[in-house]
């Protein structure tokens, strides 16, 4: 199994800014369309954003204009910059290959944003 690894999330006021980064294996990184999904408490997880292996970006509605996922061949890295922040936003977010493989789900980094 291999479980990818976030980091970047923390406690931010509403209108803030984090970016979140995750580095997956150079082989998944490669061929693979990545994604940020996030869980907020008591709903299901949720496709936020991915990206094609052409750098081709696509958002849910409720994060256009304000997030911004990027990719960085150079490094294998997949972030997810999150700017105007909302109180709404506040979950878990993880990444994963899009479609999501199970056996890639990791721990997920916490975003807290206060009102």
């Known amino acids: 199994q291999v479980h990818l690894v976030e980091s970047g999330g923390g406690l931010v006021q509403a209108g803030g800014s984090l970016r979140l980064s995750c580095t997956p294996s150079e082989n998944i990184f490669r061929i693979r369309s990545m994604g940020w999904y996030r869980q907020a408490p008591g709903k299901q997880r949720e496709l936020v954003s991915f990206?094609?292996?052409?750098?081709?970006?696509t958002y849910v509605d409720s994060v256009k204009g304000r997030f911004t996922i990027s990719r960085d061949n150079t490094k294998s890295t997949v972030y997810l910059e999150m700017n105007m922040l909302k109180p709404e936003d506040t979950a878990v977010y993880y990444c994963n290959t899009q479609p999501p493989f199970m056996d890639y789900w990791g721990k997920g980094t916490l975003v807290t944003v206060s009102s």
């Open positions: 990206i094609t292996t052409s750098n081709t970006p």
